[in-house]
C-alpha cells in the first residue's frame, strides 16, 4: 500500500506542476509553454487570485444575483446528478482497490443420503462438511496497482468535473441574470419613450386640427408611438423567457422564483488576474483533463505487466465428517496451500494490441490536455480583451446618448416653437431611444465579460477545494 500512495502522489503531481515543464512516468511532455503575463491584462492588478475567485458574484454587490447563483448551486438537478457520478467514481475506486488485498470465503454443506449392501441391508447417511478458503495474486509487476492507480485518477477527474459543472452553472445564471435586469431596463426605456412620443402626437393632433400642420406628419407621429408601443410587447416576452431560464437553473418551476426589481449590476474593476500558471492550476476542466492522461498512463503501464507471470496463492482450511458433533473437533480439519504461476505464451497478438490501443488512447489524453491548456489560455485573453473594449464602448456611448437626449429635447422644444418639421423630431427621439438601449446592452456586455473572466480564470473552485 505504501508504494501505491507514493505512485499516487508522484502522478497526481504531474498535474500540479506546469505543463510545460512536467514529464510522465511514461516519457510523454506537453508541448505547450505558458506566458509569463497575459498580453491584455495592462489595466488589471497581477496577483494570485483565489480568493477573489472563491464567491467572485459578490463583487458585483447585487445581493439578488448571490441569491440565485447559491440557489441554483443547491437546487440544480444537473450539479445533482454530477455529484452523484463522483460517488459512483469513487466506489468503483474502492472496488479496484480490492484486487491488492486477498479474498476469504467460507462454505458449509449437509448431505443425506441411502445406500444398498450385499443381502438388501438399507443403510442411510448423513455428513457434514464446512471450510475457510483465501486467495491472493501477488501483484510483483504492479498491473493491479496500475489499475487502482487509474481508477483513482478517474475518480479525481470526476471530481473535477463537477467543480467545473459548478462554475459553470455559477456563471450561466449570472448571465442569465444580467439579460434579466438588461430586458427590464429596456422595458423601463421603452415606457419612457412611450411618454414623450405619447405627448409629441398629441401636440401634432393639435396642430393639425390647427391646421399647422398636414395629415402626413400626424400619421408620422402615430407611426412613430405604435412602432415604439409594440416593442413593449417583445421586452415583456424576453423578461418571462429569461425568468423561466433562471428558474429552471434554479431547480424550480417556471414561475417559481423571485427576482425583485433592479439595475444591470456592475463589476468591481480591480480584478486581480494572477498568472497563467496560476489560471492553469485553477481551472478544474485542465485539472480533469490532467487526471485523464494520469488515468491513461496507468492503463498502458497495466496493459504492459500482462505480458508478465503472475503468481496466485490460495489456501483452505476445511472439515469433512458424518457427524454435526466432530464439525468442531481439531482432529477432523484438513489444510491445503496452493501457489500457481501463469503467464502467456500464445494470444495471437492480442496483449501487443491492447498496449498499442491503450498507447494510442494515452496520447490522445495528453493532446486534450495540451488543448485544455491552450482552450484556457485563450478564453482568458478573450476575456480581458472583452472587458477593456466594453468599458471602452460603453463611455463614448454614454457620451453619445447624453447628446442624444439633449438633442431630442431641443427638437421638443423648437417643434413646439413651429421652428422645424416632425420628421427631425421623431429622427431625434429615435436616436435618442436607440442610444439608451445601446448603453443598457453594453452595461450588460460589459458585466457579462467579467463574469466569463471570472469563469475563464478558474470560476472559484481551486485545487483545495
Not at 65 to 71: A, G, Q
Not at 423 to 441: G, H, I, P, W
Amino acid at each position: 500500500m505504501n508504494a501505491l500512495i507514493r505512485s499516487l502522489g508522484a502522478l497526481a503531481g504531474i498535474v500540479a506542476l506546469l505543463p510545460g515543464c512536467s514529464v510522465a512516468p511514461g516519457g510523454g511532455t506537453p508541448s505547450v509553454t505558458l506566458p509569463v503575463a497575459w498580453r491584455n491584462a495592462a489595466d488589471f492588478p497581477s496577483a494570485t487570485p483565489d480568493d477573489d475567485l472563491a464567491t467572485w458574484w459578490s463583487s458585483f454587490g447585487d445581493p439578488q444575483m448571490t441569491r440565485l447563483i447559491r440557489e441554483a448551486l443547491a437546487g440544480n438537478r444537473d450539479l445533482a446528478s454530477a455529484v452523484a457520478r463522483v460517488r459512483q467514481a469513487q466506489a468503483q475506486r474502492d472496488a479496484q482497490k480490492a484486487s491488492l488485498f486477498p479474498s476469504l470465503g467460507y462454505d458449509g454443506s449437509r448431505s443425506s443420503g441411502r445406500s444398498w449392501i450385499d443381502g438388501g441391508e438399507d443403510r442411510s447417511f448423513t455428513s457434514y462438511s464446512a471450510g475457510l478458503g483465501a486467495s491472493w495474486e501477488a501483484d510483483f509487476f504492479g498491473g493491479n496497482r496500475q489499475s487502482v492507480l487509474a481508477a483513482s485518477a478517474d475518480a479525481e477527474a470526476v471530481k473535477e468535473n463537477l467543480h467545473s459543472a459548478r462554475a459553470a452553472l455559477a456563471a450561466e445564471v449570472a448571465l442569465a441574470y444580467l439579460d434579466l435586469r438588461a430586458a427590464e431596463e429596456r422595458l423601463r426605456i421603452v415606457n419612457r419613450t412611450l411618454v414623450t412620443r405619447e405627448e409629441t402626437t398629441q401636440l401634432a393632433s393639435w396642430r393639425a386640427q390647427a391646421g399647422e400642420i398636414d395629415q402626413l406628419e400626424l400619421r408620422q407621429a402615430e407611426s412613430s408611438l405604435e412602432s415604439a408601443r409594440s416593442q413593449l410587447a417583445s421586452q415583456e416576452q424576453n423578461i418571462a423567457r429569461t425568468r423561466n431560464r433562471l428558474a429552471l437553473l434554479c431547480g424550480r418551476v417556471p414561475g417559481g422564483i423571485r427576482t425583485g426589481s433592479g439595475d444591470v449590476p456592475s463589476p468591481a474593476y480591480r480584478l486581480a488576474v494572477g498568472i497563467p500558471a496560476d489560471t492553469i492550476r485553477q481551472r478544474p476542466d485542465v485539472r480533469a483533463a490532467g487526471y485523464n492522461w494520469v488515468a491513461a498512463i496507468a492503463r498502458t503501464k497495466s496493459a504492459e505487466a500482462d505480458q508478465l507471470p503472475s503468481l496466485r496463492l490460495s489456501g483452505s482450511l476445511g472439515v469433512d465428517t458424518l457427524s454435526s458433533s466432530k464439525l468442531f473437533n481439531p482432529e477432523t480439519l484438513a489444510a491445503g496451500l496452493v501457489a500457481g504461476i501463469s503467464g502467456p505464451i500464445f494470444d495471437a497478438g492480442r496483449i501487443r494490441a491492447n498496449i498499442t490501443a491503450q498507447g494510442a488512447a494515452e496520447e490522445q489524453a495528453l493532446l486534450s490536455y495540451e488543448s485544455s491548456i491552450l482552450t484556457a489560455l485563450s478564453e482568458v485573453e478573450d476575456s480581458l480583451i472583452a472587458c477593456r473594449r466594453s468599458a471602452e464602448r460603453l463611455a463614448s456611448l454614454e457620451k453619445a446618448a447624453f447628446a442624444a437626449k439633449e438633442a431630442s429635447k431641443l427638437a421638443n422644444q423648437k417643434y413646439r416653437a413651429g421652428v422645424i418639421d416632425i420628421t427631425t423630431v421623431l429622427d431625434t427621439q429615435r436616436s435618442d431611444l436607440a442610444l439608451e438601449e445601446s448603453v443598457t446592452a453594453v452595461q450588460a456586455d460589459r458585466a457579462a465579460a467579467h463574469v466569463q473572466l471570472y469563469k475563464a480564470l478558474g470560476g472559484g473552485w481551486s485545487a483545495g477545494s
